[in-house]
């Protein structure tokens, strides 16, 4: 049996969580041998473009505008390919962009979140109606934690029996080597912020209360790795509560990521609502103290067992970063649980867990 792997993001996304996730499972098949192939037929995704191109149906641009006719030529290519492949099994790794109706195959489908259902006025298309089709046509479907599977059930009620819930792992930068000069020295201790920051992701809460804390602010730096460049909003932002020259941006690799997670005093991830958090654990991993929003998945992956905040309260969290970044015993405490912690969550228990339910 073939297996086929569609992600729509890799047309979308250089880097993300979502394109991760499949990277990692693709990269233990390769180890496994398993017989797969990769559907991208336009992609500019940096993590398969390490992926032998044997693997791949799609041709790699390191740019390209997002713009209809291109949108439009990569889904005529999908449904072609996909079409044309009889008796396979197709793993959407991603919400597909277009319906499948005319697929025979199996197919088994990854919900990340519920991001879309829980903020649909934050965006402006028929997602919705859009994945209630898609998931009616899917033989099974794959959510990354129980509280997502919790919301898909509410959403669109449906069978407890058609949802599997397989962990993300979160062990991907630990083999990773650093040489000699590539570990970031900052002349400024630094708290860590990784990803995008708009909207459900609550940055500007901790911001606003970095900025309020004297003790924080004159002694820590801010970081801000990956999520694209500040936008104009962001920079205005920065200049009315004066931290513009606190808190800058980085753009990297998975190598200088490392090291900024090694280096860091604090990571910190303050959202409203997400499906996972693998940077929470990518942090814990490496020896990275971290400080979460007290919401359901976190408390569902950490098992309680690590340092949150109220993410609607300035003062909670000021008092949170304050008792990790001065007090040295609390952090190696929390170091030592998040260790044991990020352990559990491997690629190969996730890529197992996934091989079962193919067959």
């Known amino acids: 049996m073939q297996v086929i792997l569609h992600n729509s993001q890799f047309f979308h996304q250089r880097y993300g969580g979502v394109t991760r996730y499949s990277v990692n499972l693709i990269e233990k098949m390769i180890n496994n041998k398993l017989n797969f192939q990769i559907c991208a037929p336009i992609y500019k995704n940096k993590y398969i473009k390490k992926i032998e191109k044997k693997y791949i149906f799609g041709f790699h641009f390191s740019k390209y505008p997002n713009i209809f006719i291109l949108r439009y030529l990569n889904k005529i290519l999908v449904n072609y390919y996909l079409k044309g492949k009889d008796k396979e099994l197709i793993h959407f790794m991603y919400d597909p962009e277009h319906s499948q109706k005319n697929i025979s195959q199996k197919k088994i489908i990854t919900i990340h979140d519920t991001i879309h259902e829980r903020y649909e006025r934050s965006y402006n298309n028929n997602f919705y109606s859009r994945r209630k089709e898609i998931l009616k046509q899917m033989d099974k479907i794959i959510c990354v934690s129980n509280n997502t599977k919790k919301d898909l059930i509410e959403y669109y009620d449906i069978e407890n029996s058609k949802i599997s819930v397989i962990y993300n792992g ?190």
């Open 170 to 359: 979160a062990d991907h930068l630990n083999t990773l080597l650093l040489k000699d000069g590539e570990d970031i020295k900052n002349s400024k201790p630094y708290i860590l912020y990784v990803g995008s920051r708009g909207k459900y992701k609550n940055f500007r809460l901790f911001i606003e209360s970095y900025k309020k804390s004297k003790k924080i602010f004159n002694n820590f730096n801010v970081i801000c790795f990956g999520g694209g460049s500040f936008s104009k909003d962001e920079i205005d932002f920065f200049k009315r509560l004066n931290v513009l020259k606190n808190v800058s941006l980085v753009l990297g690799d998975d190598l200088m990521l490392k090291s900024y997670y090694k280096n860091a005093s604090l990571f910190i991830y303050p959202s409203l609502y997400e499906g996972f958090g693998i940077s929470i654990l990518e942090a814990m991993n490496l020896g990275c103290p971290t400080l979460v929003s007290n919401i359901p998945v976190f408390r569902e992956i950490l098992e309680n067992k690590t340092s949150f905040f109220d993410p609607k309260s300035h003062e909670d969290l000021i008092f949170s970063m304050e008792k990790i970044l001065f007090d040295n015993e609390n952090k190696i405490n929390l170091i030592s649980i998040g260790n044991k912690i990020a352990k559990k969550y491997t690629w190969s228990k996730c890529y197992d867990e996934t091989i079962n339910l193919y067959s």
